[in-house]
């Protein structure tokens, strides 16, 4: 069965200080790694996809990596508005479904 | 752009009850879903569809049905609800690039069942 695990659950951050997350993951042939964005009360939305290890991807103050068995979602000198829960996702060969993990909830205090 | 829209936004049911959860989107996309989130539980897939006239199931189907008889709309009927199905619940969409990749999400419902 495919598995996700996020790590940490939660993570204070002051603004501006970098900081990483950990999607770890267990797939029978990965064919992609989903990073999504979720603010409260509402429904997550798309940051990146991610097909093979050693791939990058960024978007304004996050890059996304990918290796064999995790994928690190790196947050350079956050604002307060990157405050929300990041949902890491994984999708095997042949499986019709996303599995998702429980998602690393940052909270940036300006 | 509306992008996918879900109603209502939030109800309350009680055992027994049934009730439809609406989706509809305007993107022209060919992927719907249905996904339900428990709190400190990952997202977990109900039912799917690959265009109209064509429904799956997802992870967790039991004691809900779908139908998809639109591009734009894709429901979600709870027959008999139960605390069971206690939670939020997500529509999203896709293109057709292939199933699962970016989603777009709605707002989401939120349903107790007392």
């Known amino acids: 069965e495919d598995q996700v695990t996020q790590s940490p659950e939660a993570l204070r951050l002051q603004e501006g200080e970098s900081s990483s997350l950990n999607c770890s993951y267990t797939?029978?042939?990965?064919?992609?790694l989903f990073w999504y964005r979720q603010d409260p009360g509402k429904g997550p939305e798309f940051l990146f996809t991610?097909?093979?290890a050693g791939e990058e991807k960024e978007k304004e103050r996050l890059k996304a990596t990918l290796t064999k068995k995790e994928s690190f979602l790196h947050i350079t000198a956050p604002k307060p508005e990157d405050s929300a829960t990041y949902l890491c996702?994984?999708?095997?060969?042949?499986?019709?479904?996303?599995?998702f993990g429980k998602g690393n909830q940052v909270v940036v205090i300006p | 752009n509306a992008g996918v829209t879900q109603t209502p936004k939030f109800r309350i049911l009680k055992i027994g009850q049934s009730m439809t959860l609406q989706c509809a989107q305007d993107?022209?996309?060919?992927?719907m879903y249905w996904y339900r989130q428990d709190p400190g539980m990952g997202l977990k897939l109900i039912y799917y569809?690959?265009?109209?006239?064509?429904?799956d199931k997802g992870e967790v189907p039991n004691g809900y049905n779908v139908s998809r008889s639109t591009t734009e709309d894709f429901p979600l009927r709870l027959e008999l609800a139960a605390p069971s199905q206690t939670s939020v619940y997500f529509c999203?969409?896709?293109?057709?690039?292939?199933?699962?990749?970016?989603?777009?999400f709605g707002s989401g419902t939120q349903l107790s069942v007392l």
């Open positions: 999203a969409s896709s293109k057709g690039q292939g199933l699962n990749e970016k989603l777009f």
């Open positions: 993107m022209n996309h060919n992927y």
């Open positions: 996702a994984v999708q095997a060969y042949g499986n019709n479904r996303l599995a």
């Open positions: 569809s690959v265009g109209a006239g064509i429904t």
């Open positions: 797939v029978s042939g990965l064919r992609g």
């Open positions: 991610l097909y093979s």
